[in-house]
């Protein structure tokens, strides 16, 4: 069993939380992944690492309470366990060679984002990160980006916070003025991925996307996280989950994603009739 240590609510609908996990602690990196269950009869969902102590053995996640499995997990507390907590899973982000680059991350792609901008950071390359949300009570990890990044901008869709606007009018500034990444990481919604890549085309700036699909075993066995790629079909648990985003097809992605939204609502409305108290409150 797998102890909650820590448990911190990020905003209304994303928490942050420290599991006891050693083994993961000690070997995972930025860019990969746990599959975890929330209840011993539930089902498996993946959530990326977003930063572990190896010292205290603790792994961190932060997640957006999206349907059914992210309620339960949310309904816990410190000191309650997970049955399962696997990992780390899929590939770690590349930062060979990297001198300046810029991470874009959007809503809860920020936690997905964050050790990605920590790594490059560490490894000595300048960084300048954009991170975009709804609104104002959005915002998440403001101050952890701003440590780690040389010029931070933070964008809301309604101008509640920050600078009103997408995640891709900082970058597209930026690069008019000529500055020249190395490469742009972005890590978010398919919608928001498609639209960085296609301000850094103009500009041949190198973009890696981190694909989300959905994910059964985690281990290339299942075909469920299938994608293509460059015309190939990938799998993003272990090829991935970041990409050539000029490769990915996005729309084939957004399709396959939502391929189960009945059955996720569904899903959705019997656990929110369950948990609404402790989640509205
Ligand atoms: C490699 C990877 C890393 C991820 N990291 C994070 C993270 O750090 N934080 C975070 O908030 N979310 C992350 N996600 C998405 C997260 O897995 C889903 O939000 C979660 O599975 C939703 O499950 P649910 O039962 O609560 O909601 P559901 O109502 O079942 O689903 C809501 C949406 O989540 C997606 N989803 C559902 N089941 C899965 C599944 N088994 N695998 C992948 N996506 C699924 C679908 O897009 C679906 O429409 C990641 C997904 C992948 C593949
Ligand atoms: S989740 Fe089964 S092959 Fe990737």
């Given at each position: 069993m797998f102890e909650i240590v820590n448990k911190v609510r990020l905003n209304p609908g994303v928490t942050m939380m420290d599991i006891y996990a050693p083994p993961v602690a000690r070997k995972a990196q930025a860019g990969q992944f746990i599959i975890l269950r929330a209840e011993a009869d539930g089902e498996r969902i993946p959530l990326t690492v977003a930063g572990c102590d190896p010292q205290r053995g603790t792994v961190k996640i932060i997640f957006q309470i999206a349907g059914g499995t992210t309620l339960r997990l949310d309904n816990k507390n410190a000191g309650d366990c997970l049955p399962d907590f696997v990992g780390p899973l899929g590939c770690p982000t590349e930062t060979d060679g990297i001198k300046k680059a810029c991470v874009a991350g959007g809503g809860v792609g920020c936690a997905i984002a964050l050790p990605v901008a920590r790594k490059l950071a560490s490894c000595g390359a300048q960084v300048d990160s954009v991170t975009g949300f709804r609104n104002k009570d959005a915002v998440i990890l403001e101050r952890e980006f701003s440590a780690c990044s040389k010029k931070l901008f933070v964008m809301t869709d309604d101008g509640s916070?920050?600078?009103?606007?997408?995640?891709t009018a900082p970058i597209k500034e930026e690069l008019e003025s000529g500055t020249r990444y190395d490469r742009i990481f972005a890590i978010g919604p398919l919608v928001m991925m498609k639209a960085v890549v296609e301000t850094a085309r103009p500009y041949g700036i190198p973009v890696t996307v981190s694909m989300n699909p959905i994910m059964i075993?985690?281990?290339?066995?299942?075909?469920?996280c299938r994608l293509t790629v460059g015309g190939k079909t990938r799998f993003a648990c272990v090829d991935g989950p970041d990409f050539d985003g000029y490769e990915v097809d996005f729309d084939e992605a957004a399709a396959r994603l939502s391929a189960y939204r009945d059955f996720e609502l569904a899903e959705r409305e019997k656990c929110c009739n369950l948990f609404k108290k402790e989640i509205y409150r």
């Amino acid at each position: 069993m797998f102890e909650i240590v820590n448990k911190v609510r990020l905003n209304p609908g994303v928490t942050m939380m420290d599991i006891y996990a050693p083994p993961v602690a000690r070997k995972a990196q930025a860019g990969q992944f746990i599959i975890l269950r929330a209840e011993a009869d539930g089902e498996r969902i993946p959530l990326t690492v977003a930063g572990c102590d190896p010292q205290r053995g603790t792994v961190k996640i932060i997640f957006q309470i999206a349907g059914g499995t992210t309620l339960r997990l949310d309904n816990k507390n410190a000191g309650d366990c997970l049955p399962d907590f696997v990992g780390p899973l899929g590939c770690p982000t590349e930062t060979d060679g990297i001198k300046k680059a810029c991470v874009a991350g959007g809503g809860v792609g920020c936690a997905i984002a964050l050790p990605v901008a920590r790594k490059l950071a560490s490894c000595g390359a300048q960084v300048d990160s954009v991170t975009g949300f709804r609104n104002k009570d959005a915002v998440i990890l403001e101050r952890e980006f701003s440590a780690c990044s040389k010029k931070l901008f933070v964008m809301t869709d309604d101008g509640s916070y920050g600078k009103k606007g997408l995640v891709t009018a900082p970058i597209k500034e930026e690069l008019e003025s000529g500055t020249r990444y190395d490469r742009i990481f972005a890590i978010g919604p398919l919608v928001m991925m498609k639209a960085v890549v296609e301000t850094a085309r103009p500009y041949g700036i190198p973009v890696t996307v981190s694909m989300n699909p959905i994910m059964i075993d985690g281990t290339g066995m299942c075909g469920g996280c299938r994608l293509t790629v460059g015309g190939k079909t990938r799998f993003a648990c272990v090829d991935g989950p970041d990409f050539d985003g000029y490769e990915v097809d996005f729309d084939e992605a957004a399709a396959r994603l939502s391929a189960y939204r009945d059955f996720e609502l569904a899903e959705r409305e019997k656990c929110c009739n369950l948990f609404k108290k402790e989640i509205y409150r």
